[in-house]
Structure formats: structure tokens, C-alpha cells
Nanobody, 128 residues
Framework: QVQLVESGGGLVEAGDSLRLSCAASGRTGSRTSRDVMAWFRQAPGKEREFVAAIRWSGGSPVYADSVKGRFTISRDSAKTAVYLQMDSLKPEDTGVYYC??????????????????WGQGTQVTVSS
């Protein structure tokens, strides 16, 4: 079992920055290196969409086109936290941001249904 807890959301103005954190617990050991950690978001009335993903072992992260160059996903080497640095925020970035993990996939995926565990979400609101 994996527990994920997001934090760091808030109300900001367009152009501001926020850093989201996701504390992960409940799954330890070297076999977790291939697990993938991701961020998704969901705006009111819209489907949940992929934002970014990275393996605990590192390697090249994957980003949605809408956030490339503005958002950066990172993780700590102890495999206890994943972060999402969000710069140059836009009103269209508003939504609930969720942390998720997929257990040892062959490749990184942007499909929410592939992810095994989810956090409760943190609200990000960007005013114009």
C-alpha cells in the first residue's frame, strides 16, 4: 500500500510561482526505483489531465505540452517526496493537482487509469 499526501497549493496571480510537494510512504526498497511518480490536474467541469511524470530512479521526465518550459518535476533521492515547481503560472493552470504513482511500469505513461495510487489533491488557483 502506498500513501500520497500533496501540499503547497494556494491562490496566486498570473505570472507567479508555486511549488507543490507530494509526500510518499508505504513502499520501500530497491524495487521501488522503477516506480513512476506523476502529477495530474483537474479543472472544474473537465477531465483529469496529465501534467508531468518521473521515475524514482531518475532519467528524463515527461511533461504535457501545455506546461513544458514552465513546470519542473523532481524527486528526492530517498524516494520520499516528489515536487512540482510551477513558474509563469497562467489562469488556465487552475485546478486540483493530484500526485499519483504507477508500480514498476515498462514506460512512463500519461494515462490516469494506469496509475495505482492517488493523493487527495491540492487546489491551485491562478487569478488573471
Amino acid at each position: 500500500q502506498v500513501q500520497l499526501v500533496e501540499s503547497g497549493g494556494g491562490l496566486v496571480e498570473a505570472g507567479d510561482s508555486l511549488r507543490l510537494s507530494c509526500a510518499a510512504s508505504g513502499r520501500t526498497g530497491s524495487r521501488t526505483s522503477r516506480d513512476v511518480m506523476a502529477w495530474f490536474r483537474q479543472a472544474p467541469g473537465k477531465e483529469r489531465e496529465f501534467v508531468a511524470a518521473i521515475r524514482w530512479s531518475g532519467g528524463s521526465p515527461v511533461y504535457a505540452d501545455s506546461v513544458k518550459g514552465r513546470f519542473t518535476i523532481s524527486r528526492d533521492s530517498a524516494k520520499t517526496a516528489v515536487y512540482l515547481q510551477m513558474d509563469s503560472l497562467k489562469p488556465e493552470d487552475t485546478g486540483v493537482y493530484y500526485c499519483a504513482t504507477e508500480i514498476s511500469p515498462v514506460s512512463l505513461t500519461m494515462y490516469a487509469r494506469r496509475y495505482n495510487y492517488w493523493g487527495q489533491g491540492t487546489q491551485v488557483t491562478v487569478s488573471s
